[in-house]
């Protein structure tokens, strides 16, 4: 068997933490890489992939990004501004307060169609054309759109079309296969357990995903030792682990 110890510290990092209004960012972002030539950043595993489904489009310029990692500053400089732009009741429903951002995570993403002049706080992201076959593909390398319509008591932020939050593979396809946004998706996995866990099959592969709550400061969970896996904390109390084999 292998002996994973789970460290009630790293319950703020990992690729499912839920930030939001409620649940703020805990730790620093480490592992930053430029987009292509730009100075937008992100986590290098989101940068990566991100490049990795562009390519798979053959997209050229067709398609920006507008906003990626900020720090704390900068968040807090975007709402204040959109505050005496925009109003604060406006301003509410589509940024986030310092903080409380998915964007000081370094898992999120702002997309936009080519413009001239590009909307920083609501970019041009439709539902057809290019911006539909990104929607149509981006599940495969572990992305999201983060705020969709219907969402928004749950999420408390108005639907953004533009936003892509990457969670990785197969939860992309799970939280899409059960119309779930992210607030949903982690009640969803809290009644899963490492003796019962949610089974998913796809591409000759069988995922075990389950919740494990942080009670004390060390928790330790016994696996088979041929299966592989990644811990990722939720952000407030407890991890969930994704286990996975080729299928029998």
Known sequence: MQIKELYKKDIYRGNLILVNDQYPVRLPVIQLESWMDSTYQNQKTVSYLLKQCFCKLGLKDEIVLTSAYRTFQEQQQLYEGSCKENGRVWTKQYVAKAGHSEHETGLAIDLSIRHDQQNMICPDFPYDGIAKKFRDICKDYGFIERYPQDKEKHTHIARESWHFRYVGFPH?????????????????????SLYQPYIYVIKNKLFEIFYVPMIQEKTVIALKNEALYQVSGNNHDGFIVT???KQV
Not at 177 to 185: A, F, G, I, P, V
């Open 172 to 192: 992309s396809y799970i939280m899409q296969k059960e119309n779930l946004c992210l607030e949903e998706y982690h009640q969803f996995l809290k009644q899963y």
């Open 243 to 245: 286990v996975w084999r």
